[in-house]
């Protein structure tokens, strides 16, 4: 589905908007054949400064491991963006239309005690309870490896009582 056609969706999704403060989300990762692979959960805190949000994501992964991501966001106008972060290569690029927010970027993941760098296609919908579904189509070379779903809430009560899927 391409992003144009989400454009009379609402409640329209404005990401310095939504990711202001705190928020929390939980999710997972698929491999190509639809095996879960790792669940975890999310901590956000938001700040914006001009046009730029700053994003400092904490990973927490079932087995026990975390990682960190902090993104610097910039609206450019019009409803386009891109960012950076430390894992990223290169820049993000980004749209919103309606209530639709699509993110494309490479990523550099650690596999097994190397480093992959992965294509993500992200596509974040903001539902009318204030939550956001998050689907993820993660690549190599143009081969998919799976899909990174996550929901991302205000509530922290939401993330606490969330369970594992698996």
């Known amino acids: 589905m391409e992003i144009k056609t989400m454009k009379n969706q609402r409640p329209e999704l404005v990401i310095e908007e939504y990711f202001l403060g705190k928020t929390w989300a939980w999710g997972l990762f698929e491999d190509r054949f639809g095996t879960i692979r790792q669940c975890f959960k999310v901590e956000m805190n938001g700040l914006v400064e001009g046009n730029q949000l700053t994003l400092d994501e ?12 902090l993104w610097k966001i910039n609206a450019l106008g019009n409803g386009f963006y891109e960012g950076t972060a430390g894992d990223v290569a290169g820049t993000a690029k980004g749209q919103s239309s309606g209530n639709a927010f699509e993110w494309t970027y490479m990523l550099d993941l650690p596999v097994s005690g190397r480093t992959w ?7 974040l ?19 998919h490896l ?21």
């Open 125 to 143: 919908y903001l539902q009318e309870d204030d939550k956001i579904i998050n689907i993820a189509r993660v690549s190599k070379w143009g081969f």
């Open 146 to 166: 799976g899909r990174l779903t996550f929901f991302f809430s205000k509530e922290m009560g939401v993330l606490n009582s969330a369970r594992p899927l698996i």
């Open 117 to 123: 760098r992965v294509k993500l296609d992200d596509r």
């Open 58 to 69: 904490q990973f927490f992964y079932e087995d026990g491991t975390g990682s960190k991501r």
